[in-house]
Nanobody
């Protein structure tokens, strides 16, 4: 079983930066692709970024950078130039391969709230 715990969310202003972290309790962490998703109020959960076990990244939005430390079982999401529309609950997820489809991931954290004020 893989347990994921996110942290780092909070209230920020438009244009600010924020770094989210996710720690995994899994010996095989280095074998998993890790991803960040988010769910905005009233919307479906959407893909944000992902990183392969070796560190290859899939970053649809250049404002967001994902990184991992396999020695610490952590994956981080560095967000910059935040906008009010980035307000959402952010989740980290673990899966076998990098994918934007949430169904490819088998473990999820409980999420951390990010609120961007205008």
């Amino acid at each position: 079983q893989v347990l994921l715990v996110e942290s780092g969310g909070g209230l920020v202003q438009t244009g600010d930066s924020l770094r989210l972290s996710c720690v995994a309790s899994a010996r095989a962490f280095s074998n998993y692709a890790m991803a960040w998703f988010r769910r905005a109020p009233g919307k479906e959960r959407e893909f944000v970024a992902a990183i392969s076990p070796s560190g290859g990244t899939y970053l649809p939005d250049s404002r967001f950078i994902v990184s991992r430390d396999n020695a610490k079982n952590t994956v981080d999401l560095q967000m910059s130039s935040l906008k009010p529309e980035d307000t959402a609950i952010y989740y980290c997820a673990a899966g076998p391969v990098v994918a934007s489809d949430e169904n490819q991931y088998f473990a999820w954290g409980q999420g951390t709230q990010v609120t961007v004020s205008s």
